[in-house]
Nanobody, 125 residues
Framework: VQLQASGGGFVQAGGSLNLSCTASGETFGSYCIGWFRRVPGKEREFVAAWSKAWSNSQTYYADYVKGRFTISIDHAKNRLFLHMGTLKPEDTGVYYC?????????????????WGQGTQVTVSS
């Protein structure tokens, strides 16, 4: 699986950004796709993920983004989107999309076996 993340940028607090993850290789949608971020001073942390194996909209969000971030998916274009709203300075970081083709999906970064390059998101106060 090859993953390409894009859409990062600079935005003021309260603003929004849309990230995109384009996948190729294995059948799109047959595996979990997640978003992680690396923020200054912290280890890589889970943001959100999509998996067809999950009930309840097939999405899962970290508590600190729930209600502000939303995942959508375009199967025709092999693309998954992360819509980020009401951004805060603490959302600043490098955002990565990743694929978990083995376990069906998890908030644990160790279960993801393919990673795209990161895209920088900077939120100013």
């Amino acid at each position: 699986v090859q993953l390409q993340a894009s859409g990062g940028g600079f935005v003021q607090a309260g603003g929004s950004l849309n990230l995109s993850c384009t996948a190729s290789g294995e059948t799109f949608g047959s595996y979990c796709i997640g978003w992680f971020r690396r923020v200054p001073g912290k280890e890589r942390e889970f943001v959100a993920a999509w998996s067809k194996a999950w009930s309840n909209s097939q999405t899962y969000y970290a508590d600190y983004v729930k209600g502000r971030f939303t995942i959508s998916i375009d199967h025709a274009k092999n693309r998954l989107f992360l819509h980020m709203g009401t951004l805060k300075p603490e959302d600043t970081g490098v955002y990565y999309c990743a694929a978990d083709t083995r376990s069906g999906g998890s908030p644990w970064y160790g279960s993801y076996d393919y990673w795209g390059q990161g895209t920088q998101v900077t939120v100013s106060s």
